[in-house]
């Protein structure tokens, strides 16, 4: 069976990248990490890129300040030699042009630490528990021409304790994210997600339920 060829930007140390190795090289996700690319040269998800003997390659955003659909010409380029068919964002700290996005129509994915539509954009657990809400947690969406505004494909609530920190939030979350992002790509592989408008309608998935959240 035909594995989805996987290419993943980062720019730090890159959890999420390593979850995803991880659950490819246990077989719970069917699919090929291709590349791994930065915009960092120290990027520390490089080397852990290298360590499982994927290509990690650095390209440089020296240069392109202001020009950010030239520098999105140069990573379409790289995820095209290594015949990548979904891109995945992981902890990538640049904003994506439609250059990207037209060479891979519905094939980008990012996971933000936020149940979106609240809170996109930086510092979101700060920003949760400065709110006062109740649930954190993260989603997985495909990536449009905004800021964390694309179709969501799945979430995890996290609920947010009398003592958090933005540590602690964080951190809990995180252990969710590194569920989601893989979970999110087999669908992918899988062919189950189709997008309607807004929604992502998931093949085969349950149409009704009584399970409900609530804190405290």
């Avoid at 915009?39 to 080397?47: F, G, T």
Wanted: charged letters at 25%; proline letters at 4%.
């Amino acid at each position: 069976m035909k594995k989805t060829r996987i290419g993943v930007l980062v720019s730090g140390r890159g959890s999420n990248l390593q979850a995803i190795i991880d659950n490819i090289e246990k077989g719970s996700v069917s699919a090929e990490l291709a590349v791994v690319i930065s915009d960092q040269a120290d990027a520390y998800a490089l080397e852990r890129a290298r360590k499982h003997h994927i290509p990690g390659v650095h390209v440089s955003a020296k240069g392109y300040k202001g020009r950010r659909d030239e520098y999105d010409a140069l990573l379409v380029k790289e995820l095209q030699k290594h015949n990548v068919e979904l891109v995945a964002l992981a902890g990538f700290m640049r904003i994506i042009t439609p250059t990207l996005l037209t060479a891979f129509p519905h094939r980008v994915l990012n996971i933000h630490p936020a149940l979106l539509p609240s809170f996109p954009g930086l510092h979101v657990q700060k920003a949760a528990l400065e709110h006062g809400v109740k649930f954190s947690g993260c989603t997985v969406h495909f990536v449009d021409e905004g800021m964390d505004t694309g179709p969501i494909i799945i979430q995890a609530v996290v609920p947010i304790l009398d003592n958090d920190t933005e540590d602690k939030l964080s951190a809990r979350i995180l252990k969710q994210e590194h569920k989601i992002y893989s979970r999110a790509i087999q669908l992918y592989a899988d062919g189950r997600l189709r997008i309607e408008g807004r929604r992502v309608v998931v093949t085969d998935n349950r149409t009704e339920t009584d399970e409900f959240l609530m804190n405290p």
